[in-house]
Each structure stands twice: as C-alpha cells, then as structure tokens.
T-cell receptor
C-alpha cells in the first residue's frame, strides 16, 4: 500500500534558522502524524493532526514546532528556531482506514 | 499508559539461522493494535504487520512469523532462515484508541539484527 512522500530527504541548516518539512499523503486520509527519531534512538511521537487541526501533541512538541495543512494536501512541520538537539530523522505518517500507521521515508535534519 | 519493551538491543546471527525478536507490551485497554516495523540502514520505517487485540491467531508470511500471546502480553517475531538483507533495526509498537479515533503508536527501543554471511 502506498505511503507518504516526504521532502526534503535531507536538510542541513544553521542553528536558529527556520525549517519546514513537507509531507504529501498519497490518499486523502484524516489522521496524520509526525514522529521524530534522534540518531540511534527510539521513534518518538510529536503530534497528530485530524481534520486540519492538532488532535494531540507530546511534550516534545513545544512552541517552536507547528504543523499545518496549508493547501488541503501538503502537511508541513515547521521548526521555528532550530537547535542542535533538533537534529533527527522526522517521519510523517498516515493512518489507514484499518488503523495501520504507514510512515514516509523520512527527512533527515542536521542542525549545525 | 502504554509501554513496549524490546529487551534485546542487538542480535547477531549467521545467515540461515532462525532468529526470534521479543516484544512485551503493557496496556490497560482491551482494544489495541500491535505492529512490527523494519528500519533498514537507509532509514525508512517499513510496515511489516498489524495485529489487533482480538485476533490471537499467529501469522506467517514467507520467512516471517509472528506469535501473539495475550496471556503473556507478548508479540514475538521470528525470521526463519535469516538472510543478510534482513539486517536492520526492528521496532515493535503498540497503539490504543484515542479520543477522536486516532491510534498513536508507542514504539519500543528497537532490536538491531545483524545477519552475517
């Protein structure tokens, strides 16, 4: 089953810069998620998005993070002012009708 | 609160050996889903299987098989006749129904499987 497409696949940014990661779900599902995986560590939930609104967020998802679906299709994660510890793989995911969670290929973010 | 434990941090086997990856979970819900994902060196998370809490039937898919036992809260994954291409990190995950209908998976720490030729 098709998953989601994420861009960019890899981004290097300077500390303090804003970053936008994009996700394009192939089919029109209601639930979307962002997860983060710091290198070598576990996959951590950031935020869930339902019907164009945040439905839940974790403690990691603080004020420097935001999500939106600006054109009804693309689903974005914005990090307003990046820190070194934001370096991680960021995964977008969608929830299928059968409640399976399918992940995109991820976006590697390196903050220098 | 939900929790997933993958006690094996790393497993190293020689090709053609069988290997079992353990997963133990904790939940207070009666309705939940269990997942296994594979993360190859390229980094993506590949869905392998989903099992709901009401279906304890074991499943086999080629060289892969899964043993779900509610009595021991375990959902173990066995690879038969392992191959070098099976080398990856394998994650077990658990999700419960949330208000509004979402299912947010909680992941274990993963087991790194290394298959030597």
């Amino acid at each position: 089953e098709p998953e989601v497409t994420q861009t960019p696949s890899h981004q290097v940014t300077q500390m303090g810069q804003e970053v936008i990661l994009r996700c394009v779900p192939i089919s029109n599902h209601l639930y979307f998620y962002w997860y983060r995986q710091i290198l070598g560590q576990k996959v951590e939930f950031l935020v869930s998005f339902y019907n164009n609104e945040i439905s839940e967020k974790s403690e990691i998802f603080d004020d420097q993070f935001s999500v939106e679906r600006p054109d009804g299709s693309n689903f974005t994660l914005k990090i307003r002012s990046t820190k070194l510890e934001d370096s991680a793989m960021y995964f977008c995911a969608r929830q299928s009708l059968g409640n399976t969670i399918y992940f995109g290929e991820g976006s590697w973010l390196t903050v220098v | 609160a939900q929790k997933v434990t993958q006690a094996q941090t790393e497993i190293s086997v020689v090709e053609k050996e069988d290997v079992t990856l353990d997963c133990v979970y904790e939940t207070r819900d009666t309705t939940y889903y269990l997942f296994w994902y594979k993360q190859p060196p390229s980094g993506e998370l590949v869905f392998l299987i989903r099992r709901n809490s009401f279906d304890e039937q074991n499943e086999i898919s080629g060289r892969y098989s899964w043993n779900f036992q509610k009595s021991t809260s375990s959902f173990n994954f066995t690879i038969t006749a392992s191959q070098v291409v099976d080398s990856a990190v394998y994650f077990c995950a658990l999700s419960e129904a949330r208000p509004g209908g979402s299912y947010i998976p909680t992941f274990g720490r993963g087991t790194s499987l290394i298959v030597h030729p």
